[in-house]
């Protein structure tokens, strides 16, 4: 995939404010060609540094609303400034995942890039938390780090090279997704898939001059990819 909308961002800040796999690649395979129209009202849950908020404001016309329980919404607010944004186009708030402030169907799609297996895995948390807040029609988009196969009774030792085993519960394969997906009334799956730019993701990610990179680096040397995917996840509310 040739990521153009990704590289209008200078590469340098797109490593410093990355906090895993490069999310804008993600969110530009996850978003381009979905379907949402320009002008839609986007929730980014778990929107990190506001990299992915960034880049569908900016690159898809989308009025977001950067919601995130870890960051600072004040320096997120000074990147998308930075970026020529400002807040008519890009809203920044502090937010736990399960109480956010919004009304009912308030948004036109959900977007979470690298964060859904952090909340989602409660398999009622769609239909209570996130189905409510979108309109009838409208497209949740999930980017989930996953497995290519559940394998926690017997994790690969590459893994634990940089894991344990709680951390690694926080991935499953696309079976187990869907599985919990289905469990909920009033949405439909439209396509579930592994992404074809994981890897090069995961290169990115460990470029980056962090301790969280660093400690990342063990794994994947040791074939941790082997073992790790990126689904995504297309979702419509009826």
Same mark, same amino acid.
């Given at each position: 995939?040739?990521?153009?909308?990704?590289?209008?961002?200078?590469?340098?800040?797109?490593?410093?404010?990355? +906090?895993? =796999?490069? =999310?804008?690649?993600?969110?530009?395979?996850?978003?381009?060609?979905?379907?949402?129209?320009?002008?839609?009202?986007?929730?980014?849950?778990?929107? #990190?540094?506001?990299?992915?908020?960034?880049?569908?404001?900016?690159?898809? #016309?989308?009025?977001?609303?950067?919601?995130?329980?870890?960051?600072? =919404?004040?320096?997120? +607010?000074?990147?998308?400034?930075?970026?020529?944004?400002?807040?008519?186009?890009?809203? =920044?708030? *502090?937010?736990?995942?399960?109480?956010?402030? !919004?009304?009912?169907?308030?948004? %036109?799609?959900?977007?979470?890039?690298?964060?859904?297996?952090?909340?989602?895995?409660?398999?009622?948390?769609? #239909?209570?938390?996130?189905?409510?807040?979108?309109?009838? #029609?409208?497209?949740?988009?999930?980017?989930?780090?996953?497995?290519?196969?559940?394998?926690? @009774? %017997?994790?690969?030792?590459?893994?634990?090279?940089?894991?344990?085993?709680?951390?690694?519960? !926080?991935?499953?394969?696309?079976?187990?997704?869907?599985?919990?997906?289905?469990?909920?009334?009033?949405? %439909?799956?439209?396509? +579930?898939?592994?992404?074809?730019?994981?890897?090069?993701?995961?290169?990115?990610?460990?470029?980056?001059?962090? %301790?969280?990179?660093?400690? @990342?680096?063990?794994?994947?040397?040791?074939?941790?990819?082997?073992?790790?995917?990126?689904?995504?996840?297309?979702?419509? *509310?009826?």
């Amino acid at each position: 995939m040739n990521f153009t909308k990704t590289n209008s961002f200078p590469k340098a800040v797109a490593l410093e404010r990355s +906090m895993g =796999p490069n =999310p804008l690649k993600l969110c530009e395979e996850l978003v381009d060609d979905a379907g949402i129209p320009v002008g839609s009202v986007v929730l980014d849950l778990g929107s #990190g540094a506001g990299l992915t908020s960034a880049l569908m404001a900016r690159e898809f #016309g989308f009025i977001v609303h950067a919601a995130d329980l870890w960051s600072d =919404p004040g320096d997120n +607010m000074r990147f998308f400034e930075s970026v020529g944004l400002t807040n008519h186009e890009v809203v =920044p708030l *502090k937010a736990d995942a399960t109480a956010l402030p !919004y009304a009912c169907e308030f948004f %036109d799609a959900v977007v979470s890039v690298d964060s859904y297996n952090y909340f989602g895995r409660d398999p009622g948390y769609l #239909g209570t938390h996130l189905l409510p807040l979108v309109k009838r #029609g409208g497209l949740l988009l999930f980017a989930i780090p996953g497995m290519t196969r559940d394998c926690h @009774d %017997d994790l690969p030792a590459c893994l634990c090279k940089s894991w344990d085993a709680e951390q690694l519960d !926080y991935m499953h394969d696309v079976n187990w997704w869907r599985a919990n997906i289905e469990q909920t009334e009033g949405v %439909d799956i439209l396509d +579930m898939r592994e992404m074809a730019c994981t890897a090069e993701a995961w290169a990115d990610w460990l470029s980056c001059d962090n %301790d969280y990179a660093r400690g @990342d680096r063990a794994a994947v040397e040791a074939g941790a990819l082997d073992y790790l995917n990126t689904i995504a996840v297309k979702l419509r *509310k009826r």
